[in-house]
């Protein structure tokens, strides 16, 4: 199973922006799915963006111009640059790992979760 760290969350005013990392260790084959999901106070967990094995990369409307989801060449990290931050995006942001062979934003395709890393955007 993949052990995932998410790091650089932060607090930042609306119309800026962060990078969030995730480390992946143990074993991940080439098919692996990985994405990024959020969840704000009082709401349910959402997915922001994944990546599947081939590369191909989706988002939630929500966030499509503004987010990049990427990974390094090693595929030993995943990232997601947020840009025009907005009040709208505050949550607790999770990296996830699937080994289903699918990729989607179903949560149970994902069977890997990081403990999630808080950001926080003033207006």
């Known amino acids: ?13 609306a119309g800026g922006s962060l990078r969030l990392s995730c480390a992946a260790s143990g ?6 799915c990985m994405g990024w999901f959020r969840q704000a106070p009082g709401k349910e967990r959402e997915g922001v963006a994944y990546m599947t094995g081939a590369g191909t990369t989706r988002y939630r409307d929500s966030v499509k111009g503004r987010f990049t989801i990427s990974e390094d060449n090693a595929k030993n990290s995943l990232f997601l640059q947020m840009n025009s931050l907005k009040p709208e995006d505050t949550a607790i942001y999770y990296c996830a790992a699937g080994d289903r062979g699918v990729c989607s934003f179903y949560e149970p395709y994902f069977t890997s979760w990081g403990q999630g890393t808080q950001v926080t955007v003033s207006s």
Do not use: A, C, D, M
Not at 1 to 13: A, D, H
Not at 27 to 32: A, D, I, L, N, V
């Open 1 to 13: 199973q993949v052990q995932l760290v998410e790091s650089g969350g932060g607090s930042v005013q």
């Open 27 to 32: 074993y991940r084959h080439s098919s692996y």
